[in-house]
Nanobody, 115 residues
Framework: QVRLVESGGALVQPGGSLRLDCAAS????????MTWYRQAPGKEREWVAT???????NVADSMKGRITGSRDNAKSTVYLQMNNMQPEDTAVYYC?????????WGQGTQVTVSS
């Protein structure tokens, strides 16, 4: 059974940093591309970053320079490091993978950026 569990969401002040974790199980993590999305209140879900099997991080242009994705295959965990956070980063963050042709999502973790 594929399972993705995000954690690390919190209330952060503008300019602060946060790392989100997504723990995976039920599939071969080391051969799976992992993706982060986010959904802000009243907005559609948007792509944030894709972390390739080899660990390369591809980040949305609007977030480059502030956000980095990484993975630890030994721990079956993918990470999202966010720096210099801004109020517009407030959203529920989700990780996603595709396994045997089906997309799987975690339950999400809430990130709020506010003073």
């Amino acid at each position: 059974q594929v399972r993705l569990v995000e954690s690390g969401g919190a209330l952060v002040q503008p300019g602060g940093s946060l790392r989100l974790d997504c723990a995976a199980s039920g599939f071969t993590f080391s051969t799976s591309t992992m993706t982060w999305y986010r959904q802000a209140p009243g907005k559609e879900r948007e792509w944030v970053a894709t972390i390739s099997i080899g660990g390369r991080s591809n980040v949305a242009d609007s977030m480059k320079g502030r956000i980095t994705g990484s993975r630890d295959n030994a721990k079956s965990t993918v990470y999202l490091q966010m720096n210099n956070m801004q109020p517009e980063d407030t959203a529920v963050y989700y990780c996603r993978t595709v396994y045997e042709g089906r997309a799987y999502w975690g339950q999400g973790t809430q990130v709020t950026v506010s003073s």
